[in-house]
């Protein structure tokens, strides 16, 4: 049997104001920003041969048991290929070449994340 004991001291009341807030949701009003920020910075960062895939990026928020999620989707597709992912992760082609994946996605979005890491944190402080 194993018997694990915590113990702490101090004041934890910032603590307590931000997980109440966070547990209310207050803390995500500025997701539709980041959310559109992504969209954004997702669409400058596509490689651009017709720009339908650039312009075809968009964000669904997701709501529920205290999460919120962002899913940034991209609905250009050729015969059912989702070309955005066909970009970054490269693919086969109908002539038995291969096209190159090019790593687009995530230098396109490590600033976004960066601001909502430096926003959450910072309401941590405040709090």
């Not at 048991?65 to 015969?79: C, L, P, Q, R, Y």
């Not at 996605?105 to 909502?116: K, L, S």
Request: charged residues 20%.
């Amino acid at each position: 049997m194993s018997i694990v004991t915590v113990s702490s001291s101090g004041d934890f009341g910032k603590m307590e104001k931000f997980l109440q807030a966070m547990a209310e949701e207050r803390e995500f009003a500025r997701i539709e920003e980041f959310a559109a920020r992504g969209v954004e910075a997702l669409a400058a960062a596509t490689p651009v041969r017709t720009g339908a895939t650039a312009a075809a990026w968009d964000y669904e928020i997701e709501r529920g048991g205290g999460n919120v999620t962002i899913n940034w989707t991209n609905s250009n597709e050729n015969d059912g290929f989702n070309v955005a992912v066909g970009l970054q992760y490269g693919h086969g082609t109908g002539t038995g070449g291969y096209v190159p994946a090019i790593d687009y996605v995530n230098p396109a979005m490590r600033d976004v994340f960066q601001q909502i890491a430096d926003e959450v944190w910072g309401e941590v402080e405040r709090a």
